[in-house]
Nanobody
Framework: QVQLVESGGGLVQAGGSLRLSCVAS????????MGWFRQAPGKEREFVAA????????RYTDSMKGRFTISRDNAKNTVYLQMNSLKPEDTAVYYC????????????????????WGQGTQVTVSS
């Protein structure tokens, strides 16, 4: 069982930056690939980014590539999402998730691929 706790959300003006963190419990963090998803009110949960267990591979949704960066520190059991040049349309609850596969696979962008989820952290971008 893995427990995930996100933090770092908040209110920021358009063009600003935030860094989200997600701390995982357990001793096998490096064996999980990790993902970030987001869900805006009235919309489906969407994939943001993912990183392999070693951190050597990453994947992003095209619209966020270049603005968002996912990284991880396996010694701290933590995955990060650095978000720059934020836009009002980035407003959502952001969730981190863990997948038992340490590699990024074709289904990595699908929420159903993930085994464990955090409770989410709210990000609000004002115009």
């Amino acid at each position: 069982q893995v427990q995930l706790v996100e933090s770092g959300g908040g209110l920021v003006q358009a063009g600003g930056s935030l860094r989200l963190s997600c701390v995982a419990s357990g001793r096998t963090f490096s064996t999980y690939s990790m993902g970030w998803f987001r869900q805006a009110p009235g919309k489906e949960r969407e994939f943001v980014a993912a990183i392999s267990g070693s951190g050597s591979s990453t994947r992003y949704t095209d619209s966020m590539k270049g603005r968002f960066t996912i990284s991880r520190d396996n010694a701290k059991n933590t995955v990060y999402l650095q978000m720059n040049s934020l836009k009002p349309e980035d407003t959502a609850v952001y969730y981190c998730a863990a997948d038992r596969s340490r590699l990024l696979l074709p289904h990595t962008t699908l929420s159903g691929a993930y085994d464990y989820w955090g409770q989410g952290t709210q990000v609000t971008v004002s115009s």
